[in-house]
């Protein structure tokens, strides 16, 4: 009854408002006595035309130019500093986007000079937080370059391909972040094979990402006329303009750090405080809006009031009484969520998020109650992994999904819940985990994975798990697709990340049975041109680099060294450390060593393996697990060079084998081979530890 009569009161009211029209007017923009529009572009100061007090300082002046044809007439504001078309200005963020020009490669007549945009010295960067670097083409490698270092991405084809499909994730088209306080750049692209001279028509570009998954371009592979893309450019008041800027109650100004990287604070952005008009002069701001109705204030109250007085009595009394209890349950509710918020890391994580580091686009702030409803209250029965960190709950979301939720334990944890999150966000690749999103809302922090459903490969390697048959064929392929991932991570992503604790029970197998490399809680993101760093050693007892134990110095061969454990665990299906009856442990890693040294190792290969494999090939894996266990990090190979090494090697044994099928019973459709590329490389982000807990224990070692 209550809900009835309050309904037909605001329909009332509403049909009372409605009969009056708005009223068409503009919030002034531009200062007094300046030119506001060119062309349908609106002009908002400190950006402006013609007369230098229309505009603040030269990097601000807009040039108005005529761009007529023959059957068209129309002016383009150009930023007449650096020469580029301005699309259009978002006074409220800071943002001007422009017209920017793609870079073809091996296009023909086509091929366009090696974009070198430079913004040095202005009040302008390239937002890292609304553009992507994108590459489309077939087999290549795109690179971003300044100053020595850079990002950049991997794009492969099958025979099916279109180059630009809107998903950039590797296929056809990929995509890398751009680093920060970025105003100048160089684009590369380069054959995926070092022998290969020719690639196609190939496209690299800065470009504006309008959704989490779409771009400005075309989508059915027609590029070739397209000359120019949208980008965005950020920018903020300089500390060097000695721009006076208004202080009055209607606006406000805070320090800002967008264009330098040197100082905490490199200039300002104002604001109006009821976000009508324009801050950045005196009388900008104003204390109202503009008119809303055509009659009289008095005239519009009265219409109101008759409206009202239909069902006001003592329902306004209920209203009121109803509001003041939502009211208090939701302040006593939001502040016990904010005490946990920041309990939890998320004052920190607000930290990352605004600094850029986190790709916000791919990843979802998940409310408690849609994970207590998606894993039946966190049911025991729900569990599917659990470890010194962490417990891992299966769940499906309302619309189907199925997930994965990984439930820190809070006490010492936060930083690890926080860099994972932080890394993960970044990375899109099909044999890394994907993270869907994040849950701070509870006593224990929470990340959401895809669910990746057959468990790890430890359980089929060493616990005779009979639904996989563990092949010559299936072990190559997952120690190629795990190769792939770590030569993403270390070479192709927007930063270098070192995953810091690879094993098998950290490669975890989808339905397909393909690897995904999961657990990024110690790993860690550092900048291109830092060759290691000095940590606390943290890692798993028998793939740990022995340099690094002895050093305190983590390199991208640290991951090299713990990646040839995983592939001598490949080739023999034994541990990586067992017990002798003494009670001693037995390094894997330094028993394969000695083997190759006596020249007896195929009498430790596994039985199936020396059945299957060539023995050749065979050797060519053991030698290539041989350098990657060197006690000198500096002989072992890149991971480029392994995942280059096992793909030849996949290819020479699936030649010998071309007239040979296994007797088994193995579904075509789970494991066929990809691709030849469709392994190395497959940009952009996500992650899990949905691995069913092994009979090893993972023994950690922590030394100061």
Known sequence: MILKLVIHFIILVMREVSAYPPRIGRTRVEKPGCEWQCGDVSIPFPFGMKSSKCYAGKWFEIECRNTSSYNNYSHTPYLKSIGVEVISFDLRRGLVTINHPIYRSNCGSKDSPRVNQSLEGSPFVYSRKYNKFVAAGCNIMAFLQLNGSGSGCVSICDEDYKVGDANCNGKSCCESSLPLYLTQYSTVIKALKDNETSHGCSYAMVVEKVLSYRYYFPVNGVMKDLAVVPAVLEWEIVNSLNLTLPLDHLSYCDDTNVTSSLYKRSGQRCSCRFTFGNPYFVGGCKDDPPPIYRKSRSSVTISIIKGVSISFGSIILLIILWRVLKATKKTIVGKYRKRIFKRNGGLLLK???SSG???GDKVKLFSLKELEKATDNFNTNRV??????????????????????????????????????????????????KLLGSCLETKIPLLVYE???????????????????MTWDIRLRIATEVAGALFYLHSAASQPIYHKDIKSTNILLDEKYRAKVADFGTSRMISSDVTHLTTVVQGTFGYLDPEYFQTSQFTEKSDVYSFGVVLVELLTGKKPITHTSSEEAKSLASYFIMCVEKDCVFDIIDERVMK?????????????????????????????????????????????NAQERHNELVRSEDYQSWDDYSTI??????????????????IHIRTI
């Open 351 to 353: 930290q990352r998020l």
């Open 357 to 359: 580091e986190v790709n």
């Open 384 to 433: 599917i992994g659990k470890g010194g960190q962490a417990t891992v709950y299966k769940g499906m979301l309302i619309n189907g999904i199925i997930i994965a939720v990984k439930k820190f334990k809070v006490q010492g944890k936060i930083e690890e819940f926080i860099n994972e999150f932080v890394i993960l966000s970044q990375i899109n690749h099909r044999n890394v985990v």
């Open 451 to 469: 669910f990746i459903p057959n468990g790890n490969l430890f359980e089929y390697l060493h616990q005779q798990n009979e639904d996989l048959p």
């Open 612 to 656: 299957e494999g060539e023995k050749n090939h065979i050797m060519e894996v053991v030698n290539l697990a041989n350098r990657c266990l060197e006690l000198n990090g500096k002989r072992r190979p890149t991971m480029k060079e392994v995942t280059l090494e096992l793909e030849s090697i996949r290819k020479l044994e699936g030649k010998s």
């Open 681 to 698: 490389l497959e940009i952009r982000s996500a992650f899990d530890l949905s691995n069913r807990t092994p009979n090893l224990e993972d």
